[in-house]
C-alpha cells in the first residue's frame, strides 16, 4: 500500500497512470521535456504526501487535479519563467537593480551548493537534464541506464536539492532558488 510507504506499490501505481498523466501534460504543454518533468513532480507530490492518500475516496479523481493543478500552474509560471530567465541569463542589461543582482548570484551559488550535495549519479542526470538539455531516454542511452531509473534520479535530486533549498533559504530567495532550479 502506498500510504503505508510501499514503494513496489508506489512503482506500480507510477507506472499505471504515466501515460496518461504524461500524455495530458504534453496536449497542453507542447513539451516533451516540461511534461516529463511535470508527471516526476505530480508522482513527487503524491509520494511525499502518501499518508494523506487514506483518506480518498477516488485516487483517479485526486490524481486528475493534481495533475490538473501541476499543469496550470507551471503555465501561468511560463511567463515568470521566461522572464527570470532573461534576467538570469544578463542580470546587469535587464534593469534588476543591485539587490535582485545580489539574490540572483546568491540563489545560483545555492542551488550549485545542493546540486553538490546529491549523489553523483543524481548530479549526473540533474546536470544532462537540466544544463545539457537532454530529454530522458536520451539521459538513458548516454549514460547506459534505462529511462526508469533517470526518471528514479531525476525525482530524488530534485527532491534533495528542494529539500536543501529548504533548508538553508527563506522567503524571497527560496522562490528564486527554485523557479531557477526547474528552469
Known amino acids: 500500500m502506498v500510504a503505508a510507504g510501499d514503494e513496489k506499490a508506489f512503482g506500480l501505481l507510477f ?35 502518501r499518508s494523506q492518500l487514506t483518506s480518498i475516496e477516488h485516487f483517479d479523481n485526486y490524481l486528475f487535479i493534481v495533475a490538473r493543478n501541476a499543469i496550470y500552474t507551471n503555465l501561468r509560471q511560463t511567463g515568470i519563467k521566461e522572464s527570470l530567465l532573461q534576467k538570469l541569463e544578463d542580470p546587469g542589461t535587464a534593469g534588476w537593480t543591485p539587490e535582485e543582482e545580489l539574490l540572483a548570484k546568491e540563489s545560483a551559488k545555492l542551488i550549485h551548493r545542493a546540486v553538490s550535495q546529491l549523489s553523483p549519479q543524481q548530479q549526473e542526470v540533474y546536470r544532462l537534464s537540466r544544463d545539457g538539455g537532454l530529454k530522458y531516454d536520451q539521459i538513458a542511452q548516454q549514460l547506459g541506464i534505462s529511462k526508469s531509473t533517470v526518471r528514479n534520479h531525476m525525482v530524488k535530486a530534485l527532491q534533495n536539492i528542494r529539500e ?11 522562490i528564486l532558488c527554485l523557479l531557477s532550479a526547474v528552469l
Do not use: C
Open 15 to 49: 507506472h499505471q497512470h504515466w501515460d496518461h498523466i504524461y500524455t495530458v501534460a504534453l496536449s497542453i504543454t507542447r513539451s516533451v521535456t516540461t511534461s516529463e518533468d511535470l508527471v516526476q513532480d505530480i508522482f513527487l507530490k503524491i509520494w511525499l504526501n
Open 164 to 174: 536543501y533549498l529548504q533548508a538553508n533559504t527563506d522567503g524571497l530567495l527560496l
